[in-house]
């Protein structure tokens, strides 16, 4: 199994950047699909990103495609959010997932492994 650690969350102005990372102790880090995920207040939490095993592949949310870019580094590893032209509506708590679902999946089902997240705050 693994264990998701998340970092880099913090409070940026609109149209600003922010890079998460995602440690993730364990075995086997490759053998997994990552996602991130986020859940702003009062509202449930949301797909964000997901990444292939070998990171050939992502998948994205519509609302952040060409802003978010995912990535991973499977000797560190690890998995990073980059995320540009951030906007107000983007402030929430932001999760990384270890799963072993489909090369990518959104489906927060398909995660075992969660990491406590990290606060990103976007201000207008």
């Known amino acids: 199994q693994v264990q998701p650690v998340e970092s880099g969350g913090g409070l940026v102005q609109a149209g600003g950047s922010l890079r998460l990372s995602c440690a993730a102790s364990?075995?086997?880090?490759?053998?997994?699909?990552m996602g991130w995920f986020r859940q702003a207040p009062e509202k449930e939490r949301e797909f964000v990103a997901t990444?292939?095993?070998?990171?050939?592949?992502?998948y994205y949310t519509e609302s952040v495609k060409g802003r978010f870019t995912m990535s991973r580094d499977n000797a560190k590893n690890t998995v990073y959010l980059q995320m540009n032209s951030l906007k107000p509506e983007d402030t929430a708590v932001y999760y990384c997932?270890?799963?072993?679902?489909?090369?990518?999946?959104?489906?927060?089902?398909?995660?075992?492994?969660w990491g406590q997240g990290t606060q990103v705050t976007v201000s207008s």
């Open positions: 997932a270890a799963g072993r679902g489909h090369a990518t999946d959104p489906n927060p089902q398909k995660y075992d492994y």
């Open positions: 364990g075995r086997s880090f490759s053998s997994y699909i």
């Open positions: 990444i292939s095993r070998s990171g050939a592949s992502t």
